[in-house]
């Protein structure tokens, strides 16, 4: 079967039988390389040998794509802290082929799977393979692995060819650490709409320190949330009925979010800029979402909606002193049906006294006392 057709044939499987794994592994863009002598994954393509692939069955293809988009998904960088590198991503692989294996997908010879490690954490498994190897803290083992190659590729020999950890790019940027993140969300949506959740995947999230987990994390999981109470299911996405799958399909009028730029005297330029690029990064990260970004200090001086892709071009009035009861009362009046506002501000001003019936989000630039809400300090 020709290379194209065989991805084809396990993308199509695993979203039927397998509707979490087969939505994911579709965000992946197939590319054919010589580059490579067997598969990599930088977290956007899937890049592959034509030769090596067209040696695989439809099932080994399934568990290859699998096993790629669960590394981007569980956010593995995001928990290694200060273990080395190779060893880790070596714990994390065995972490998911158990995951696999308890779902259903079927584990080539040569994978990392251990059945002992079955009900274990990454980081219990990471620990395991520590004692079995018997590495004391000074030891040299991984240290190469910190940083993956800049191809992100693996040469492979075929008897190795489902251990390619080194080829699965770990290390994402935040945008599209983020981007996986929403997307597992609502693959997990439509899972568990059809009963279908893969067995065992809340095993692998094992929660993280406050302490290790940087504002960017926290802010675009509040905004994933939102997305997620806010998506449309109906109608489908047409793009997928030929193929007898219907999915989700995004809505402006449903799918939204709300923002507010504090520009008052208190908000430096530094600052007012560090805004902006925090708005515009998730304008980036959360495609065919409408946002409605409101300018405000003591009034509000503009409304501006925009959708991804959208030029970004306005000026920023305000300078004067910092009251946050207009806008609330401007969302009120002009935005009703908004489930979440995230304000960028200092902290420093005049509250409502009633909370709004909505979500809000304080993306503060330091620690303040705010009377309701969520208080996230992004600058420090």
């Not at 439809?58 to 060893?87: D, P």
């Not at 251990?114 to 190897?133: H, V």
């Not at 709300?258 to 708005?279: P, R």
Request: some cysteine; hydrophobic content about 40%; glycine content about 6%.
């Amino acid at each position: 079967m020709k290379s194209e057709q065989l991805l084809l044939k396990a993308k199509s499987l695993l979203t039927v039988k397998y509707p979490y794994f087969g939505m994911l592994a579709s965000r992946l863009k197939d590319e054919p390389s010589d580059s490579v002598s067997g598969y990599a994954s930088n977290g956007k393509r899937f890049i592959y040998n034509v030769e090596f692939l067209e040696r695989r069955s439809v099932e080994e293809v399934m568990f290859i794509l699998t096993n790629a988009v669960m590394h981007h998904v569980l956010s593995h960088q995001q928990r290694k802290l200060n273990r080395r590198g190779r060893l880790w991503q070596l714990a994390t692989d065995y972490a998911i082929n158990n995951l696999l294996s308890k779902s259903g997908l079927s584990i080539p010879v040569g994978a990392n799977y251990n059945k002992e490690y079955e009900l274990m954490y990454a980081e219990e498994i990471y620990d395991a393979l520590k004692n079995d190897l018997n590495l004391g803290e000074g030891d040299a083992f991984g240290e190469s692995g910190d940083t993956p190659p800049e191809s992100s590729v693996m040469e492979q020999e075929d008897s190795q060819s489902f251990s390619n950890i080194d080829g699965i790019t770990d290390i994402l940027e935040v945008e599209d650490e983020s981007q996986w993140q929403y997307a597992a969300s609502i693959a997990q949506e439509v899972a568990q709409r059809k009963g279908a959740m893969p067995l065992g995947l809340e095993r692998l999230g094992k929660k993280v320190k406050p302490a290790d987990v940087d504002w960017r994390f926290e802010l675009y999981n509040a905004v994933n949330r939102h997305m997620r109470n806010n998506y449309a299911f109906m109608p489908p996405n047409k793009k997928h009925i030929h193929r007898g799958i219907a999915l989700p399909s995004l809505t402006s009028d449903t799918l939204s979010l709300c923002v507010a730029v504090d520009t008052s005297g208190s908000i430096d330029d530094q600052l007012l800029g560090a805004f902006m690029e925090e708005f515009k990064t998730i304008m980036q990260n959360f495609p065919s979402v409408k946002i409605e970004l409101i300018i405000a200090d003591a009034k509000v001086h503009a409304h501006h909606t925009f959708i991804s892709g959208d030029k970004m071009d306005f000026p920023l009035k305000g300078g004067g002193g910092t009251d946050y009861r207009p806008t609330f009362d401007y969302v009120e009046a002009n935005l009703p049906m908004t489930t979440m506002l995230l304000y960028f501000t200092d902290g420093e001003g005049s509250y409502p006294r009633i909370p709004p019936n909505y979500e809000v989000l304080w993306a503060l630039s330091r620690k303040a006392k705010v009377p309701f809400g969520r208080a996230l300090v992004i600058f420090n």
